[in-house]
């Protein structure tokens, strides 16, 4: 009974922690991005590293110093 209890603190615990860790990743890419952040923008690389417009580096404004 004891080990059954255990295991389920277990996983409460790991799952509470995923999803502290879930929050922090987006907060940290919706910072990086400018954008707010779906989950699905989580599980895809691909989707998220995708340029708008206004990030193509012909449009940035010239830095002064190079």
Do not use: C
Not at 13 to 24: A, D, P, S, V
Request: no cysteine.
């Amino acid at each position: 009974m004891e080990t059954i209890i255990g295991f389920f603190l277990i996983v409460a615990i790991t799952g509470l922690g995923m999803w502290f860790r879930k929050r922090y990743l987006k907060r940290v890419m919706e910072k990086g991005l400018g954008r707010r952040v779906e989950d699905e923008d989580l599980t895809s690389i691909s989707k998220w590293m995708e340029a708008s417009p206004d990030e193509h580096p012909q449009n940035r404004p010239r830095k002064p110093f190079g």
